[in-house]
């Protein structure tokens, strides 16, 4: 007897991640969960340098213990950088962050679809209900690269698109 096939679910970081590529300005090559490196194999820039990126963690928060809700705090930084520069671009890494703190209050574009689809694998649609700002935006200076570092907290709750429970 073959053993059943587990639901698949979205993640935090995923459902996270993605709600920010949505973002305008924003494409899903420049959100992750790991700040990938600011170089190629061949020595040239990596692609993100010039748009910046965006780093997710859940850092808290929870399940709603009665319902099939996501309540997740995420742990949001924005990175900017400039190869070869001492001097950190903070103005690249403060308009990620300000294009993030702007659509947690676009209440009409929060609950948007969200298609996810990650190392091949499409999950199930999800949208978030509500997003907002957990602590303001504030610089991180501990950074031994020179790379300009905005962190902030990200409460969200979001849901799986036409769930069914067992």
């Known amino acids: 007897m073959a053993t059943p096939a587990l639901p698949l679910d979205g993640t935090d970081e995923l459902v996270c991640a993605q709600w920010i590529a949505t973002i305008p300005g924003f494409t899903p090559a420049m959100v992750g969960t790991t ?27 929870g399940p709603d213990p009665q319902l099939p ?4 705090v995420m742990q949001i930084d924005c990175w900017a950088t400039v190869p070869g520069s ?3 671009p903070w103005n690249q890494a403060s308009a990620l962050a ?3 703190r702007r659509a947690t209050w676009d209440r009409r574009a929060i609950a948007r679809p ?4 990650a190392n091949g694998i499409v999950y199930p649609t999800a949208a978030v209900q509500t997003a907002y700002l957990a602590t303001a935006f504030r610089r991180l200076y501990d950074d031994q690269g020179d790379y300009a570092r905005h962190q902030a907290d990200l409460a969200l709750s979001w849901v799986t698109v036409n769930d ?3």
């Open 35 to 61: 700040l990938p490196p600011d170089v190629n194999a061949d020595g040239s820039p990596a692609p993100w340098v010039s748009t910046g990126f965006v780093t997710v963690a859940v850092v808290g928060g």
């Open 164 to 166: 069914r429970l067992y």
């Open 114 to 117: 969200l298609r996810i689809t």
């Open 98 to 100: 300000g294009a993030i």
């Open 86 to 88: 001492n001097k950190p």
């Open 69 to 72: 809700v996501n309540r997740p």
